[in-house]
């Protein structure tokens, strides 16, 4: 089984920032591909962005486009989510996933899940 564990959230102004990073350990590889997914109260879950083995291939919601930065570290088995000029809609419980894939998309099945980070930005 592979274990994933997002940190990093918190309580944040309009407009400032956040790093979230997600730690796997457990049966880790390259060949997953991670995606970073949040869910605000009453709401659906969604995808937020996704980043596969090659750092050039990453995907976003248009919400968070220009905003958020995910990259990751293989060897330390690490996605981070890099949050900037943040909003009060991107208030949710953050959760970051993993599915066994070269390329990554935000509405793949992802049988891997942390527990989630919460985030609140006030207004």
């Known amino acids: 089984q592979l274990q994933l564990v997002e940190s990093g959230g918190g309580l944040v102004q309009f407009g400032g920032s956040l790093r979230l990073s997600c730690a796997a350990s457990?049966?880790?590889?390259?060949?997953?591909?991670i995606g970073w997914f949040r869910q605000a109260p009453g709401k659906e879950r969604e995808g937020v962005s996704c980043?596969?083995?090659?750092?050039?291939?990453?995907n976003y919601a248009d919400a968070v486009k220009g905003r958020f930065t995910i990259s990751r570290d293989n060897a330390k088995n690490t996605v981070t989510l890099q949050m900037n000029s943040l909003k009060p809609e991107d208030t949710g419980i953050y959760y970051c996933?993993?599915?066994?894939?070269?390329?990554?998309?935000?509405?793949?099945?992802?049988?891997?899940w942390g527990q989630g980070t919460q985030v609140t930005v006030s207004s």
């Open positions: 996933a993993a599915t066994y894939a070269n390329v990554c998309g935000l509405r793949a099945r992802y049988p891997f």
């Open positions: 457990g049966r880790t590889s390259p060949n997953y591909a």
């Open positions: 980043i596969a083995n090659s750092a050039s291939s990453t």
